[in-house]
């Protein structure tokens, strides 16, 4: 895949791949599939035999980062609160949606600033971000910071490494998939720990 993706974007020249990087850092919040990192890595092997230069890849990938973020922030700052806060959705629990908007309103912005982080989960803070109605401003600000330092790191990755970026790309993905599955399994206890809490409450006012 590695070798694939890093054919096809040196083809191109510097212009097109600058909007390549921007593409995918973009894109990648909005649909998590995309493998930004991964493209994000190979720029910065681009970097280091001259093709394009680190600056303005860093900028651009931060850019479309943080426009990707506000992306899903947006559509989550439209969500009819009224409507969820109803109940008449049954398949979704109105106390654990405000647990959680209390949980980002408390923590929401030092989860932002850690956001890039955590693959596997961006779109869902940035969702949950803007559904809590935080700050626009000092979320683009964290947003933005994350984001830098975090593309920061990759491309220096793959400037370090340059042609053998695949190995680096190989402890990234045992990174995500060990943040992934670390999320999961809280996830999965917060959820057991919501039902059995809900169910205790039932039964006491049957008492």
Not at 120 to 136: D, K, P, Q, Y
Request: proline share 3%.
């Amino acid at each position: 895949m590695f070798e694939s993706i890093l054919n096809n974007i040196s083809h191109l020249t510097p212009f097109w791949i600058y909007v390549t990087l921007f593409f995918f850092s973009f894109i990648e919040n909005v649909f998590p599939p995309s493998p930004s990192d991964l493209v994000i890595l190979i720029g910065g092997t681009l970097v280091s035999t001259g093709v394009i230069h680190f600056i303005p890849t860093l900028l651009l990938a931060t850019i479309g980062s943080v426009l990707g973020f506000m992306t899903l922030f947006y559509f989550g700052s439209t969500v009819d609160k009224k409507l969820v806060h109803s109940g008449k959705y049954k398949y979704i629990p109105v106390d654990a949606i405000e647990k959680v908007e209390q949980w980002f309103k408390k923590y929401g912005y030092w989860i932002i600033l850690g956001n890039r982080f955590l693959p596997g989960t961006r779109s869902v803070i940035s969702f949950f971000a803007g559904m809590s109605r935080l700050n626009v401003k000092r979320t683009i600000i964290f947003a933005t910071i994350s984001s830098f330092v975090w593309n920061a790191i990759i491309l220096y990755l793959g400037f370090l490494f340059g042609h053998n970026v695949d190995v680096v790309d190989k402890y990234l993905s045992t990174y995500s998939n060990i943040v992934i599955g670390i999320t999961i399994f809280i996830t999965l206890i917060l959820v057991i720990r919501y039902f059995l809490r809900k169910k205790k409450v039932q039964s006491e006012n049957l008492k």
